[in-house]
């Protein structure tokens, strides 16, 4: 059969974890904690799950969640948001994203990504009968996207620009300077934005993440999109959301209502509560990965990798170009194989080779894990 995606092979997410998972290995590849959630969160969803909350969820999702998620959007970003038009439950936020997009792009659009750019981007748009151009992130300087490249590759084909912070697997994040520079390069153009902010709370060393929801020029062409796996260290349950202003709102839901129609309810409504009761829960996110990144670092001061430590996600970059200039698939393949280490190439991101040589390793696991892993490799 032709392949509506040729170019596409498995994500780099299953590769990495089915072969961590055949050669035993620690899994630092896919992101994913490896810790429970809260069990008051987990006591929620097994009250609901025994008491009726079995079948279909409204379409666009629980209306309690949907409360839940307006009020916290206001409280810590600013924007008042209805929560009947302007809130979407989704199927994670990898379903968030390919129905904003599905929702924008026609056949013959461009939509612009900033490499190293998640995956499931480019897949989405090509499926959408568009075109992905591939810009990189501005490097070895404290500046995260090129405005001005960006700002000469518009034109009246581009449809979408999709953003992401903080970045995986950079860890990059925008400031507060960086939306007023992308107000200045959209402002008159009919160009949609889609904002990729699943690694919301977790920006350390007293930086914030800034939410293209804070700034009142973005917010009308917005679609931003968040997960609740990240936050609530619960991927598996794949539920996350996208808030849009109610016009945007209305096609993204004309998508989600066919690529799912709806999700999981006990969740949703055990979310519900637990965001009601515990609205603290993620102001203690930075602190907790800031600990787990810093202790994942310091056991790998004296090995020879080179890194900068990340400023946000639970993703370390490490450069391993002072060990082998071996290509980071086979590096990745070979470690695990070798050392039990499974990690990310971060090549896979790119359209173009990059010229650096770099893995992402996972550190939201526990310390016992960590220790191990940088045991193994401070050993190369
Ligand atoms: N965007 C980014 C940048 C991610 O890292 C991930 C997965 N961790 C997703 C989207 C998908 O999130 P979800 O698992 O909620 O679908
Ligand atoms: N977002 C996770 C990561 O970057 C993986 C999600 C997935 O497996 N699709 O590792």
Redesign the pocket.
């Known amino acids: 059969m032709d392949s509506k995606l040729p170019n596409v092979g498995t994500?780099i997410?299953?590769v990495m974890?089915q072969l961590a998972a055949e050669c035993d290995a620690i899994n630092l590849?896919?992101?994913?904690p490896g810790f429970d959630p809260d069990p008051a969160l987990l006591d929620r969803v097994s009250h609901y799950l025994n008491s009726g909350k079995n079948q279909y969820a409204p379409m666009t999702g629980v209306p309690a969640l949907r409360e839940a998620i307006a009020t916290k959007v206001k409280n810590l970003y600013g924007r008042s948001v209805d929560a009947n038009t302007e809130v979407t439950v989704s199927d994670g936020a990898?379903e968030g994203l390919f129905s904003a997009i599905q929702a924008t792009v026609r056949p013959g659009d461009e939509v612009i990504v900033f490499d190293p750019a998640?995956?499931?981007y480019a897949p989405a748009v090509t499926l959408a009968g568009g075109t992905t151009i591939h810009l990189p992130l501005a490097q070895g300087t404290d500046e995260f996207i090129d405005w001005q490249r960006l700002s000469d590759t518009i034109n009246e084909r581009t449809r979408l620009i999709i953003l992401n912070s903080p970045h995986?697997?950079t860890g990059a994040i925008l400031s507060a300077s960086d939306l007023d520079a992308l107000a200045d390069i959209v402002r008159n153009t009919g160009i949609y934005l889609l904002s990729d902010e699943?690694y919301e709370h977790i920006v350390f060393d007293n930086r914030s993440h800034q939410s293209l929801l804070m700034h009142d020029e973005l917010w009308p062409r917005s679609f931003v999109v968040f997960s609740f796996g990240k936050t609530y260290h619960a991927?598996g349950w794949k539920v996350g959301y996208c808030v849009a202003p109610e016009a945007l709102s209305v096609e993204f839901r004309r998508i989600h209502q066919f690529t799912c129609y709806a999700v999981i309810t006990p969740v949703q409504h055990a979310l519900a509560d637990y965001m009601q009761q515990t609205p603290g829960h993620y102001d203690e996110l930075p602190k907790f990965y800031a600990a787990k990144r810093d202790h994942f670092c310091g056991l790998l001061k004296d090995s020879r990798f080179r890194f900068v430590p990340a400023r946000g996600t639970f993703?370390q970059l490490l450069d391993y170009s002072a060990i082998t200039d071996e290509h980071d698939v086979d590096y990745a393949k070979r470690l695990t194989r070798e050392i039990g280490v499974a990690s990310?190439p971060v090549s896979v991101f790119c359209e173009s080779e990059p010229d650096t040589r770099y893995l992402r390793f996972?550190f939201a696991k526990d310390d016992a894990t960590l220790e191990e892993a940088a045991d193994r490799l401070c050993r190369l």
């Open positions: 994500t997410f299953a974890s590849s896919q992101g994913f990898t998640y995956d499931s995986n697997p699943v991927t993703f990310i996972c």
